[in-house]
């Protein structure tokens, strides 16, 4: 990551990456430009390394905010009418780590509204294109952001991931995404979409930069009481820490009993990878589990002919490809498509006109406020999964939809500890195709919804994924694998991808 000096200045590289996001302007990568702002903390950069006082660890560096985390520079729409004219008077932690380091925001990136959906085709700012081909999709939701890192135009982006939406535009553009284990950076201060679900994560073009990144951002903050302690930066040292330390938190169980058996251990010291019970550490050989019931024909032939290259690849290495049964993720987009609204449908209940954002004028009365307000100011894919999720909730319903939907995801957490006693990490695509047309799935929702057919078991279990870039199809579309390990094992996820690039 270039940081500023004496010889290249904070102000030189903001005015380069303000200039570069301008000459991509049809692209809508971005919400919001924030070229004042920008270049003031620049000038106080610059002044402090002029000085010789200490700059921090990403001082002078561009980067690109999602338009879904909270900061009083600019609006925060989250792409959405419904929030027009909003401008927070807090700052999302993770927004205040990064800036502490010396890190600066150009601009604010387009996705779909309020997170939901797959291709930021859902924007009320109008679709992101691909970088590798303007008549695609950036994939989503967090386009902007992937495009914006994937053209070079900043360093790094923010993103966050409830179901796929960092690591699948990743794949789409050619570059690294990372999904944290659940908790692992605070996300107070960011718009929530599916509370259980959501985590925020970052878009880079190394994984050198992503772990730069994820030793700043991790950490526990008293302000969101999901955070975990920060095992991010003592992975190193964890193999002293004790077994209550390693533990989760909170053992992962929804809609039944806690899973049986022994909770499933944490990140271990890099050379030494913690593994659930009955293993022996495979030291320097790692062992990549390949999920077999994502090999067939639901599956794009270049993108499984991508994942067999990278066997390979590890293979060559010395590192060990052991073949998995995962039955139970088949239920997992059904599960997702139930909880995730019911969530949802909970959080977005505060957008009625009274406080934030965009207010109609059509009405004469209380309930007529409310009333238009959300009907002109969410779009329809919101609007479908508010009902939605108010209808698996409803009495009657609940036992049938969401209650089954919570344990179906605690069989889908107990499948992953069990894949995680036979193998360190599991490779997988993101998503069943590269980036499709624009226009091609936005009018059906089923469609769009099957993207997230190898992505959304990640959320439901807590565990993290980072996209790695696998080559190009012969049409010159990049394709993405991810990279899925047990909770806690960011570190080591980060440092073996290293190894692979
Ligand atoms: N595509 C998924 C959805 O629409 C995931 C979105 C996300 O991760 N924010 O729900």
């Known amino acids: 990551m270039k940081t500023a000096n004496k010889k290249v200045t904070a102000t030189r590289l903001v005015k380069d990456a303000l200039e570069k996001a301008k000459h991509f302007e049809d692209y809508h990568i971005f919400t919001f430009l924030n070229e004042e702002g920008a270049l003031k903390k620049a000038k106080e950069i610059d002044a402090r390394i002029a000085r010789g006082e200490k700059v921090g660890r990403l001082a002078g560096v561009p980067y690109a905010l999602k338009d879904n985390f909270l900061s009083p520079e600019g609006e925060t729409t989250a792409s959405a009418h419904i929030l027009e004219g909003f401008t927070s008077p807090v700052t999302a932690t993770a927004v205040e780590k990064l800036e502490a380091e010396g890190a600066i925001m150009i601009g604010r990136t387009n996705l779909d509204a309020f997170a939901h959906g797959s291709s930021t085709e859902n924007s009320y700012y109008g679709p992101t294109l691909n970088s590798h081909d303007r008549a695609r999709v950036a994939g989503g939701s967090s386009g902007g952001s992937a495009v914006a890192v994937a053209l070079d135009i900043v360093e790094f982006a923010t993103g966050t991931d409830t179901g796929g939406s960092i690591r699948q535009p990743a794949s789409f553009n050619g570059?690294?995404?990372?999904?944290?284990?659940?908790?692992?950076?605070?996300?107070?201060?960011?718009?929530?979409?599916?509370?259980?679900?959501?985590?925020?994560?970052?878009?880079?073009?190394?994984?050198?930069?992503?772990?730069?990144?994820?030793?700043?951002?991790?950490?526990?903050?008293p302000k969101d009481m999901t955070t975990l302690p920060d095992y991010y930066n003592e992975a190193v040292a964890s193999a002293k820490l004790d077994d209550s330390r390693l533990a989760p938190a909170r053992p992962?169980?929804?809609?039944?009993?806690?899973?049986?058996?022994?909770?499933?251990?944490?990140?271990?010291?890099?050379?030494?990878?913690?593994?659930?019970?009955?293993?022996?550490?495979?030291?320097?050989?790692?062992?990549?589990?390949?999920?077999?019931?994502?090999?067939?024909?639901?599956?794009?032939?270049?993108?499984?002919?991508?994942?067999?290259?990278?066997?390979?690849?590890?293979?060559?290495?010395?590192?060990?490809?052991?073949?998995?049964?995962?039955?139970?993720?088949?239920?997992?987009?059904?599960?997702?498509?139930?909880?995730?609204?019911?969530?949802?449908?909970?959080?977005?209940?505060?957008?009625?006109?009274?406080?934030?954002?965009?207010?109609?004028?059509?009405?004469?009365?209380?309930?007529?406020?409310?009333?238009?307000?959300?009907?002109?100011?969410?779009?329809?894919?919101?609007?479908?999964?508010?009902?939605?999720?108010?209808?698996?909730?409803?009495?009657?319903?609940?036992?049938?939809?969401?209650?089954?939907?919570?344990?179906?995801?605690?069989?889908?957490?107990?499948?992953?500890?069990?894949?995680?006693?036979?193998?360190?990490?599991?490779?997988?695509?993101?998503?069943?195709?590269?980036?499709?047309?624009?226009?091609?799935?936005?009018?059906?929702?089923?469609?769009?919804?099957?993207?997230?057919?190898?992505?959304?078991?990640?959320?439901?279990?807590?565990?993290?994924?980072?996209?790695?870039?696998?080559?190009?199809?012969?049409?010159?579309?990049p394709v993405g694998l991810q990279l899925v390990g047990p909770r806690r094992s960011d570190k080591r996820l980060i440092e073996f991808a290293k190894e692979l690039a």
């Open 175 to 221: 570059i690294y995404g990372f999904k944290p284990t659940y908790g692992t950076i605070s996300r107070y201060g960011v718009v929530a979409m599916a509370s259980s679900l959501d985590c925020i994560g970052f878009f880079t073009r190394t994984p050198e930069d992503m772990d730069l990144l994820m030793s700043i951002a991790s950490g526990q903050d």
């Open 252 to 477: 992962f169980a929804f809609g039944n009993s806690r899973p049986k058996g022994r909770a499933l251990r944490g990140s271990g010291a890099h050379s030494a990878p913690v593994v659930a019970d009955g293993l022996e550490p495979s030291n320097s050989c790692t062992r990549i589990g390949i999920v077999k019931e994502f090999d067939n024909d639901s599956v794009d032939t270049e993108i499984r002919e991508a994942l067999k290259e990278k066997c390979e690849l590890l293979k060559s290495k010395g590192h060990e490809v052991v073949g998995l049964e995962m039955p139970t993720l088949k239920y997992a987009l059904a599960a997702y498509y139930i909880i995730q609204p019911a969530e949802v449908a909970s959080n977005l209940s505060r957008h009625d006109g009274i406080r934030y954002g965009f207010r109609s004028e059509n009405s004469t009365d209380l309930d007529g406020l409310y009333e238009h307000t959300r009907d002109e100011g969410f779009m329809s894919e919101n609007k479908r999964r508010i009902m939605t999720g108010n209808f698996v909730l409803s009495s009657g319903f609940y036992d049938a939809y969401f209650l089954k939907a919570a344990k179906a995801r605690t069989l889908i957490v107990q499948e992953y500890e069990k894949a995680f006693s036979k193998c360190d990490f599991i490779l997988s695509p993101v998503s069943p195709n590269p980036a499709f047309k624009l226009g091609e799935k936005v009018n059906d929702p089923v469609a769009m919804y099957l993207e997230d057919l190898m992505s959304v078991s990640l959320n439901l279990a807590g565990v993290p994924g980072l996209a790695i870039p696998a080559g190009k199809t012969k049409a010159g579309l």
